[in-house]
């Protein structure tokens, strides 16, 4: 290995350890109640647009949900009682990440399921067409389309 070489990864190593070093430094405390209602609203539905969550939202419903996540957050009820009240009031569409227990597991397993199943189907597929024997036109073949073609 040169020495430029040696550089060039030991500059790759200092970015990895800069990175790694950022990601894990503790935040600044807890977060505040306007931080958690904006997280929340970033995790919630619009009602009105269904595409577009309540932070990203512009419709009126949208801002009152925001209005009351803060006043939520602010009264000191947890991110999970908070969810809960929402997800009782508009059913488990109103999340737009699905809970990873229960009926909500189907929602992530079935896509994983169904393309390792269209995988499985393939492989399966092409070995067989592997051992399928290639096909050779026979003299009695050959004799017909010569026929065929001077006909």
């Given at each position: 290995?040169?020495?430029?070489?040696?550089?060039?990864?030991?500059?790759?190593?200092?970015?990895v350890?800069?990175?790694?070093?950022?990601?894990?430094?503790?935040?600044?405390?807890?977060?505040?109640?306007?931080?958690?209602?904006?997280?929340?609203?970033?995790?919630?539905?619009?009602?009105?647009?269904?595409?577009?969550?309540?932070?990203?939202?512009?419709?009126?419903?949208?801002?009152?949900?925001?209005?009351?996540?803060?006043?939520?957050?602010?009264?000191?009820?947890?991110d999970?009682?908070?969810?809960?009240?929402?997800?009782?009031?508009?059913?488990?569409?109103?999340?737009?990440?699905?809970?990873?227990?229960?009926?909500g597991?189907?929602?992530?397993?079935?896509?994983?399921?169904?393309?390792?199943?269209?995988?499985?189907?393939?492989?399966?597929?092409?070995?067989?067409?592997?051992?399928?024997?290639?096909?050779?036109?026979?003299?009695?073949?050959?004799?017909?389309?010569?026929?065929?073609?001077?006909?």
């Open positions: 290995m040169t020495r430029r070489d040696a550089l060039a990864w030991g500059g790759v190593a200092a970015l350890v800069a990175a790694l070093v950022w990601a894990a430094w503790p935040s600044s405390g807890p977060p505040t109640a306007a931080q958690r209602a904006h997280e929340l609203a970033t995790e919630l539905r619009c009602p009105d647009c269904q595409a577009l969550s309540v932070a990203d939202s512009p419709s009126s419903s949208a801002r009152a949900i925001l209005v009351d996540l803060q006043r939520r957050a602010a009264a000191g009820q947890s999970a009682a908070i969810r809960r009240v929402y997800v009782d009031r508009y059913g488990e569409s109103i999340l737009l990440k699905p809970s990873s227990s229960g009926f597991i189907l929602v992530w397993a079935l896509p994983v399921v169904a393309v390792a199943l269209g995988l499985a189907g393939l492989g399966f597929a092409f070995a067989r067409w592997r051992r399928q024997p290639r096909l050779a036109a026979t003299p009695a073949d050959e004799t017909l389309v010569e026929r065929v073609r001077t006909g």
